[in-house]
């Protein structure tokens, strides 16, 4: 398809995907050895919508890590709006295994276009999550490297950024409005 930045090809991800079970993951990042599949297992087991993970932040081209040695430890079920009212959401959509009929039921899109796709989603997601569980056991590798979208600090980009942000909150402000029949505190 015509690129679109990420929330386009995070949404032909989403479309294409047969699984029950979507993670996003950036194209220099990576999961780290054994840890996905723990979490994958907890979440079908507790039947969770939505389940959040730890990120390690790693150098650029570091990629020879170890298995961790120590198993998750998950905390109990809650809603999104519940998770949301008490604590700071990280807005990555990488953070976290989706169901994918959360997505789906609720008809999630990512902003296309955007280079903050995931703070205007990821809200809008907790908002439908009925059983919402974490761990801080790290998951994802994210690599930081220089030139990147959330490194570079040009004068262009804070300016394109600062537009987008514009329009997630106000994309969120009006998501709000539309829900306000609904147990909303989280989005507050």
Do not use: W
């Not at 780290?32 to 081209?61: T, V, W, Y």
């Amino acid at each position: 398809r015509e690129h679109g930045m990420l929330g386009a090809a995070r949404n032909t991800g989403v479309d294409n995907a047969t699984a029950d079970i979507i993670a996003f993951l950036d194209a220099d990042d990576f999961y780290l050895p054994g840890s996905l599949a723990p979490c994958i297992k907890h979440m079908q087991e507790h039947g969770a919508d939505l389940l959040g993970f730890g990120m390690k932040r790693i150098p650029e081209n570091e990629t020879a890590l170890k298995p961790s040695l120590q198993a998750p430890v998950f905390s109990k079920p809650v809603t999104g709006n519940c998770y949301m009212s008490t604590h700071n959401l990280p807005g990555s959509a990488c953070r976290y295994l989706i169901r994918s009929s959360l997505i789906r039921n609720n008809n999630l899109r990512f902003m296309e276009n955007a280079y903050i796709e995931d703070e205007e989603f990821t809200p809008r997601m907790m908002h439908f999550c009925r059983s919402y569980t974490e761990t801080s056991f790290p998951v994802y590798a994210y690599c930081i490297r220089g030139g990147s979208i959330i490194t570079d600090l040009s004068q262009q980009m804070i300016d394109m950024k600062s537009a987008d942000t514009v329009k997630a909150i106000s994309s969120l402000i009006m998501f709000r409005k539309e829900h306000s029949s609904e147990p909303i505190d989280g989005l507050d």
